[in-house]
Each structure stands twice: as structure tokens, then as C-alpha cells.
Antibody, heavy 112, light 107 residues
Framework: EVQLVESGGDLVQPGGSLRLSCVGS????????MNWFRQAPGKGLEWVSQ????????IYTESVTGRFAISRDEAKNSLFLEMTNLRVEDTAVYYC?????WGQGTLVTVSS | DIQLTQSPSSLSASVGDRVTITCRAS??????LGWCQQKPGKAPKRLVY???SLEGGVPSRFRGSGSGTEFTLTISGLQPEDFATYYC?????????FGQGTKLEIK
């Protein structure tokens, strides 16, 4: 059974940085296409970033391009989202997902 | 970006009813469309992918259909656990986009 567990969410000031992690079990993160999604409080769902199964294609939604970086670690069977220069509008629950399975999410709050 | 327009935005129905949610895409997305269910405080759960394929364990009362730019999710014989918010998602082109959601409430 595919399972995903996110962590790393926190309260951070505008302009700050954070690294989210997503540990996978029941499958191999490094050979599967993985996505990050997010959901601002009381709002709908938004796709954030994708890393291809080969790891060679990294794609971002426009609002995070240049500020966020997606990566993975084969040894840890984990996916990461490095977030820099955070903005108030980045406040959301962040979910990792693959092939229709979603983690439980981790909350990122950007506020002064 | 491909826009997905979901309707209705909210829906009130009774246990046992049949309901239909529509998702219209701003351009042809072939069959690259799925449906997710989300309950309050919980992560989304994908119910349908490729327009009409049910995820494992999803009851057969859920049915997805459509093609091109117009898609529907039909739930026949609503059960208490079906009251939730539903989103369509297109993965035909980047950025992936969602409909704005349909909140299904108990009448």
C-alpha cells in the first residue's frame, strides 16, 4: 500500500525559508512522478510542483518559480520541497502526491 | 492555463438521491481528468482518473464520464459518507488546475 507522510511545516516570517519532506512507503519515490499540491485556509486545491520519474524534469507553478525547489533522496525514499523567500500568500497545507495517493499534509504559515 | 469550471458550487441532497457535478474545461483535455473527494480537515482522496476509471476501493455508485471539454461525476444512491467537497483536476498540461469545488451537503 502506498503511504506518504509529510513533515516540516511551521510558522515562518515573510522572506524566510522552509524545507518540507515527504517520506514514501510501499513504493519507490525515486522512480515515480511526484507532485506537491497546496491548499490555502478555506480555499481550493492548487498544484505547486512536479518531479518526473527520471528526475530530469522539474516543473513549477508560476507563482513559486525561482523560489521553490523540488528534489528527492533515493536513500531516504523521500521527496522534498525547499521553499525560500516565503510570502504570506504561500500559507497553506502542503500535500505530496503520487498516482492518486495523497499524504495527510503539513501546514506552512507565513506571517510576521 | 486551462480553466476548469465546476457546477454547481454547492449542492443539497438527501441520502439515496442521485447527483451530478459538471466540470467544463477551457480547451480540449482529452481524457486527462480526475475527480477528488475531500472531507473537512482531511487530505483529498482521488476517486476517478482518466475520466471514468475508479480508484481501487471506490464504490461503483461513483461514475465519471465525458470527453474533450465537458465532464461529469455522478453519484447514485448517496450515502452519508459521500457528503463532502468534490474537485475536478486536469493533468493534460502544466500548470495542472482544479475546478473551484462542489460542496455536497445533506438536505
Amino acid at each position: 500500500e502506498v503511504q506518504l507522510v509529510e513533515s516540516g511545516g511551521d510558522l515562518v516570517q515573510p522572506g524566510g525559508s522552509l524545507r518540507l519532506s515527504c517520506v514514501g512507503s510501499g513504493f519507490t519515490v525515486s522512480t515515480n512522478t511526484m507532485n506537491w499540491f497546496r491548499q490555502a485556509p478555506g480555499k481550493g486545491l492548487e498544484w505547486v510542483s512536479q518531479i518526473s520519474g527520471s528526475g530530469t524534469i522539474l516543473i513549477y507553478t508560476e507563482s513559486v518559480t525561482g523560489r521553490f525547489a523540488i528534489s528527492r533522496d533515493e536513500a531516504k525514499n523521500s521527496l522534498f520541497l525547499e521553499m525560500t523567500n516565503l510570502r504570506v500568500e504561500d500559507t497553506a497545507v502542503y500535500y505530496c502526491s503520487t498516482h492518486g495517493s495523497w499524504g495527510q499534509g503539513t501546514l506552512v504559515t507565513v506571517s510576521s | 492555463d486551462i480553466q476548469l469550471t465546476q457546477s454547481p458550487s454547492s449542492l443539497s441532497a438527501s441520502v439515496g438521491d442521485r447527483v451530478t457535478i459538471t466540470c467544463r474545461a477551457s480547451q480540449d483535455i482529452r481524457n486527462d481528468l480526475g475527480w477528488c473527494q475531500q472531507k473537512p480537515g482531511k487530505a483529498p482522496k482521488r476517486l476517478v482518473y482518466a475520466v471514468s476509471s475508479l480508484e481501487g476501493g471506490v464504490p461503483s455508485r461513483f461514475r465519471g464520464s465525458g470527453s474533450g471539454t465537458e465532464f461529469t461525476l455522478t453519484i447514485s444512491g448517496l450515502q452519508p459518507e459521500d457528503f463532502a467537497t468534490y474537485y475536478c483536476l486536469q493533468y493534460n498540461s502544466f500548470p495542472y488546475t482544479f475546478g473551484q469545488g462542489t460542496k455536497l451537503e445533506i438536505k
